[in-house]
Every structure is written in C-alpha cells, then in structure tokens.
C-alpha cells in the first residue's frame, strides 16, 4: 500500500512537470497583465522588450 501511494506521488510531479512544458512562454493576455502591448518584431525606441505575445510579436513596455 506504502508503494502505492509512492507512485501515485512521483506520477503527480511528472504530469505536472509535463503540463509546465506544454504552457506557453507568452500571451496577449500575459502582456496586458504586465502593461505592456504587443508589438510586430520590434519595441519602438522609447519602449522596452518585457516578453513575448507569440512567435511574431513581442511584449512592449514604455519606460517613461
């Protein structure tokens, strides 16, 4: 029974650990949350790059 609830625990950590590589790195959601907007490629001169939206945009931030 021990060894059951063994391995019940080490299954929970690696789906966990699964679900974690399968989130993406960033959203348009993730971006407005930090104040930020998304952007084609490149910030503009007075903006900063905070993240990312996908894979053709970037999370801007004015630091004004």
Not at 6 to 27: D, E, I, R, Y
Not at 29 to 49: A, I, N, S
Request: overall charge positive.
């Amino acid at each position: 029974m021990k060894l059951l609830y063994l391995l019940l625990g080490v299954a929970t950590l690696v789906f966990q650990a699964q679900a974690q590589a399968l989130k993406p790195h960033g959203s348009p959601t993730d971006c407005h949350t930090q104040l930020g907007v998304c952007r084609r490629f490149l910030c503009f001169p007075f903006e900063k790059t905070i993240g990312s939206c996908n894979r053709q945009q970037v999370c801007c931030r004015r630091w004004i």
